[in-house]
């Protein structure tokens, strides 16, 4: 039914780079007969999934919506997908995002963009645009994503589903395309709580191919969901982050949801984050550090696009006229910050600033975290804007990250989850649900409540 919608709704959303319908089937049958054969099986064996093609995976292309990576077949499989494909998940395809995950609104993918499903001239956020549009126009019940700054949870609030990004450590990194590896983190996508819990319960887990994985059990995460009980729970709602400078429908939106909380039982407190303020900056010097080493590796002489110019070019001249084919705009543009902030003479100036007010920001949320057992906000200050809005300004793309990056600095875990439509535009607004590390369970009480 799903490969049926996407092959009649897709070519104007454009959520998938590659369906991989034969293989999805293939799957399904096999999940049929370990169950006519008495096998014991997940919840979701047998429930197809998206994938975000930032997830390797041996049997279709992983590109990450990069022209370096067009047509990359990996050798191995990322541990979220070996996860998936052991739970009995079907995998339907591999769905679009900004290039190498860098952006907010799926844009940047070098195979052209993805649609917001609630107004096709709209973006779907992003980078994980692709997971949130497939969600949202029914083309899977179920969706991977990464969230470095946001990428899954902007998605999921401007196209009405459900988007989590677990504990930093808490789901395997390992055959993650890697943007920048102190902020990256997998985590899942559904249409309701209690579908994204299960899909985080079978993604989640310690992994020794993964040195920053954490080695404890997965939070209770379903069993949170299907309790849904918020009674005594003291909600924090961070000052710095509502009111001014958020569109009112989503603010508006977001008050009724407090109320709601309120209603079924929890207590409400303000709480300050003053350096929330330098957040934004920070992660934009962070990252792109992180990201320019990183990308280091595509250097045309492993793998992806090998451009070599006319005459006897030397290994040098290769790659350099590789990477400028390879690599879209943004993409150059973050290599260039991030060589910069990193160069002898500026390391402690930008980087070394960046790390110090990184610090900054993980106390605040522990003072924060000493008066409330979570943390909400709206998760974007404005609803889904207009394809090409914010194509020449670079600085407004990223100042919409403003209430999602906080919780990529510190490592904690965060949801969005449908608030309901502005007012003014009839379009999704998303509630944050922000908690400890490994108290991920607490997002999903909270946001069952909220349903
Ligand atoms: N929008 C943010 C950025 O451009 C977040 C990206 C992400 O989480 N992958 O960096």
Not at 108 to 136: C, E, I, K, M, Q
Not at 263 to 283: I, K, N, Q, R, W
Request: glycine residues 10%; negative net charge; charged residues 20%.
């Amino acid at each position: 039914a799903h490969l049926d919608r996407t092959a009649a709704v897709d070519e104007s959303v454009r959520a998938y780079l590659h369906v991989a319908d034969e293989a999805a089937l293939a799957a399904a049958d096999a999940v049929d007969r370990r169950r006519a054969a008495g096998e014991s099986l997940h919840d979701l064996a047998g429930v197809p999934v998206a994938v975000k093609d930032v997830m390797t995976t041996t049997d279709q292309p992983t590109t990450c919506g990069s022209r370096t990576l067009a047509g990359w077949v990996p050798p191995y499989d990322a541990t979220v997908v070996t996860r998936l494909r052991a739970a009995g998940l079907p995998i339907l395809g591999k769905t679009n995002m900004d290039e190498f995950a860098m952006g907010s609104s799926t844009e940047h993918s070098a195979f052209g963009d993805t649609r917001n499903p609630w107004d096709l001239g709209r973006v779907p956020g992003g980078s994980g645009g692709g997971s949130s549009a497939a969600l949202a126009s029914f083309q899977a019940p179920l969706a991977t994503g990464t969230d470095t700054g946001g990428s899954i949870r902007q998605p999921a609030a401007v196209t009405g589903s459900v988007g989590v990004k677990p504990t930093y450590g808490g789901v395997s990194r390992y055959g993650l395309v890697a943007m920048a590896s102190s902020l990256d983190q997998a985590g899942p996508c559904g249409r309701t709580v209690l579908d994204t819990a299960l899909l985080h319960e079978v993604m989640a887990g310690h992994d020794p191919m993964d040195s920053t994985s954490i080695d404890a059990p997965v939070p209770p995460v379903v069993e949170a969901a299907r309790r849904a009980d918020v009674a005594g729970t003291k909600v924090g709602i961070i000052r710095e982050l509502t009111g001014e400078g958020f569109q009112p429908g989503v603010q508006a939106r977001f008050d009724e949801a407090v109320a709601h909380l309120v209603d079924a039982g929890a207590e409400v407190v303000e709480v300050s984050c003053p350096s929330f303020e330098h957040a934004l900056a920070a992660y934009y010097l962070i990252l792109p550090s992180e990201a320019s080493s990183n990308l280091a590796r595509f250097d045309a002489m492993r793998y992806g696009l090998r451009v070599a110019p006319d005459g006897d070019p030397s290994a040098e001249e290769v790659m350099a006229a590789s990477r400028e084919a390879g690599f879209g705009d943004e993409v150059k543009r973050r290599i260039i910050l991030g060589t910069y902030a990193l160069s002898s003479g500026y390391y402690d100036a930008y980087y070394g600033s960046a790390q110090k007010v990184r610090r900054l920001i993980a106390d605040d949320f522990a003072a924060a975290f000493e008066t409330a057992d979570v943390l909400v906000c709206p998760t974007a200050p404005t609803t889904a804007f207009r394809v090409g809005e914010k194509s020449g300004d670079v600085l407004a793309m990223y100042r919409g990250d403003i209430a999602t990056i906080p919780a990529n600095l510190a490592g904690l875990p965060g949801m969005s989850l449908p608030s309901g439509l502005a007012d003014e535009d009839g379009l999704p607004a998303g509630f944050q649900i922000l908690a400890p590390a490994m108290r991920d369970e607490r997002l999903y009480s909270v946001g069952a409540a909220l349903e």
